[in-house]
């Protein structure tokens, strides 16, 4: 059963870079599946943020691409989130999810959720 | 960027009763690249429908969903009391993808 886990510091700076990391368990990071990132601002809707290939080709949501990293380090079997620049409207519960076989950005399997908070 | 409008914004039903979620789109979805997630308190989405009408592994015969272009619905017929949650359309179509703003359902 994949397992999928994020972690990250819980409290961001205004204007600092937020950073993040999600550990996945019961699946090989380089498998054909893809990994994404989505967030959900408290109290609202989702927001998908990227996705990452097994071979390292990312895809971004045009409205932060400016702003977002996504990697992969296949040795720790984990990939990773980088959003710089931060505002207040970046604080949300950030998500890493795999993607299921037959798309790239329909997400089968989720974490649990980490919630960051931007505020000095 | 397709947006997602879904209707209602809260639904309360009696268990037993079919609940009926909508989800239209500002342009085609091509392929019907269509999916709904239920979420409950707490916890992260959970895929159920997607190309559609397509259920994911382990999601009961009681969630169906149909349409196509634009217009699309997610029925759950025989409501239980673990179906109060807030469900959500997404489409995968575009190079962008994106959610709708939710239906919040409530069994009474």
């Known amino acids: 059963q994949v397992q999928l886990q994020e972690s990250g510091p819980g409290l961001v700076k205004p204007s600092e870079t937020l950073s993040l990391t999600c550990t996945v368990s019961?699946?090989?990071?380089?498998?054909?599946?893809?990994w994404g990132w989505i967030r959900q601002p408290p109290g609202e809707g989702l927001e998908w943020i990227g996705t990452i290939s097994h071979s390292g080709s990312t895809y971004y949501n045009p409205s932060l691409k400016s702003r977002v990293t996504i990697s992969v380090d296949t040795s720790k079997n984990q990939f990773s989130l980088r959003l710089i620049s931060v505002t207040a409207a970046d604080t949300a519960v950030y998500y890493c999810?795999?993607?299921?076989?037959?798309?790239?950005?329909?997400?089968?399997?989720w974490g649990q959720g980490t919630l960051v908070t931007v505020s000095s | 960027e397709i947006v997602l409008t879904q209707s209602p914004a809260t639904l309360s039903l009696s268990p037993g009763e079919r609940a009926t979620l909508s989800c239209g789109a500002s342009q085609s979805v091509s392929s019907s690249y269509l999916a709904w997630y239920q979420q409950k308190p707490g916890l992260a989405p959970r895929l159920l429908i997607y190309?559609?009408?397509s259920r994911a592994t382990g999601i009961p015969d009681r969630f169906s969903g149909s349409g196509s272009g634009t217009d699309f619905t997610l029925t759950i017929s025989r409501l239980e009391p673990e179906d109060s949650a807030v469900y959500y359309c997404q489409q995968y179509a575009s190079s962008r993808s994106t959610f709708g703003q939710g239906t919040r359902l409530e069994i009474k």
């Open positions: 999810a795999r993607a299921h076989i037959v798309a790239t950005d329909l997400f089968d399997y």
């Open positions: 190309g559609a009408s």
């Open positions: 019961g699946d090989s990071i380089t498998s054909t599946y893809y």
